[in-house]
Each structure stands twice: as structure tokens, then as C-alpha cells.
């Protein structure tokens, strides 16, 4: 798979305005895909949002390997983040996003009150990448749809705040992402999970690594999935990929084959999984918060 590039202009603008609007905001929602904790975070973030208070959402946790998903909340809280791990479709978890808001910004909330200023709303920022699900948030935050959603990257387009309730007003930015993906490896977890657009890749070099990665990590999961005897389970990738167009009755049409065994993956019909290994702490990084 080649290097990955994608960067389109809309992209280069919303970071601009993130920029400008951080200073309108008292916290910011950074979601990330929990089955690619790592991987589905913008790099340019921390360089952005600074020293602003922040909750990074762990969303699509249902389909992520569910003993990791709290490690990945632990390695978080160890870096001094807040983590919460959502199902955003299902409405999951959202209780927990604004009730660890509110104790973030009880200090400031606190002094506003001591200066005599009015109760207002909590102002929050939604940010990520695109496909990690920041339009679902918004709607179940409001309990109906007033953010645009898609089961594809890029579907909101320009920022737009949003009354969410009588607590939390939210600014809704496209998602971003980075010019290019230093470390191919990201670009194919963030390919595989549904990040980018399939029509900027072929398909059946995602579904080859989608088979690799799992051989790897959950070779159970996939054996299941696919009737797969132990033999099996030692052929490379592409002959797996042949066998499995058979198994399916496919004939020789390998491209619908590789099309089924990338939804299979990404809608957890092979199990739940989490991609992104948990880097090693120094022990100064441990219990900072």
C-alpha cells in the first residue's frame, strides 16, 4: 500500500478556524475511534488545543476488545487526559462525557459564580477525525438529528454551534486530518476501520491487511468467522483472500469478496478488536493524574 496523501482544502480551513474559535470554548471533545485509540488521533491536536481542558471519547467502544478499551482509558488518564469510552449510536456513555465536563470546569465555573457572573451553559468544542462518529454525538446529545451523519469520512463540511440542552452548548467542526501519515501503518488502520474514503484506495489492499492484522492479533475471531481449519490459518494473505471468495461461493470475484470481508471487520461481524498497541509509560508518566 502506498504512502498515503490527504489533505483536502476544507480540511486546511477548519484547522485554521479551530484555532481561532478555541479561545470560545471551555472544553473540547476530541473523539477517537477506540478501536485505534492512537492511530485515529490527530497529531496536530495537542499543538492546537494547548493547555485547553479536554475529554478524549473513546466512541465505537462496542466494537473494540473490551479489556483494552480500559487499559486505553487508564493510558489516558496516566497522561493527565480525561477518557471516557462511548457507543455514540446507541447513546452510551453520554452521561459520563458530561458529568466529567462539569467536574473539569468546576474550578472555573466556581469563580465565574464568586465574580457574580450568571450560570451559562458549558461551551464545548467536538474534534477529530473524519468517521468517528462527532454528528451521532451531537444528535444524541439533543435526542434528535440536527448534525448531518454517514457511514463515510467527510460528511460535515463548515463548523456550527449547536444547542445541545440546557448545559452544554457545542461547536461541531469537520473532521481533520493530516497531510500525510508518516508511519503506513496508521494509514492502513485508519483505512481498514473506515477513516478514509474507499475510493481513494483499493479495496482489496485494505482487505489483504484487515486479514493479516487479524490473523495476528485475533486469529481465533477470524478462524470462527470464516470456518478456517489451522492450515488454513498459515496461508499468506492473498490465498486466504482466494479460498475465502470460494468459501462465500463468490467464484473468482475477489473484489466483492474483499469489499464483504472489509464490512465484516469494521461492523465486528469477526469480533471486537482493538488495533492500536498501548505505548510503555516511564514510571514519572504513571498515576500523574
Known sequence: MTTIQWFPGHMAKARRQVTEKLTLVDVVFELVDARIPLSSRNPILDELIGEKPRIV??????????????????????QGISAVPIVAQEGIGMKKVMSEAKRLLKPKF???????????????????????GKSTLINRFIKKNVAQTGNRPGVTKAQQWLKLNKELDLLDTPGILWPKFEDPEV???LA?????????????????YGLEIMKEKY?????????????EMKLKSPDLLML?????GFIDDYSRAAEMIIYEIRSGKVGRYTLDDIPEQSPSETGKR
Open 57 to 78: 471519547i473513546l466512541n465505537k467502544s462496542d466494537l473494540a476488545d473490551a479489556i483494552l478499551v480500559q487499559k486505553w482509558v487508564a493510558y489516558f488518564n496516566n
Open 110 to 132: 466556581d469563580r465565574m459564580a464568586a465574580q457574580g457572573r450568571k450560570p451559562r451553559p458549558i461551551r464545548a468544542m467536538s474534534i477529530g477525525i473524519p468517521n468517528v
Open 187 to 189: 494509514g492502513k488502520k
Open 192 to 208: 481498514l476501520t473506515g477513516a478514509i474514503k474507499d475510493t481513494i484506495l483499493q479495496l482489496d489492499d485494505i482487505a489483504l
Open 219 to 231: 486469529p481465533v475471531n477470524l478462524a470462527a468467522r470464516y470456518g478456517l481449519n489451522e492450515a
Open 244 to 248: 475465502i471468495t470460494e468459501r462465500r
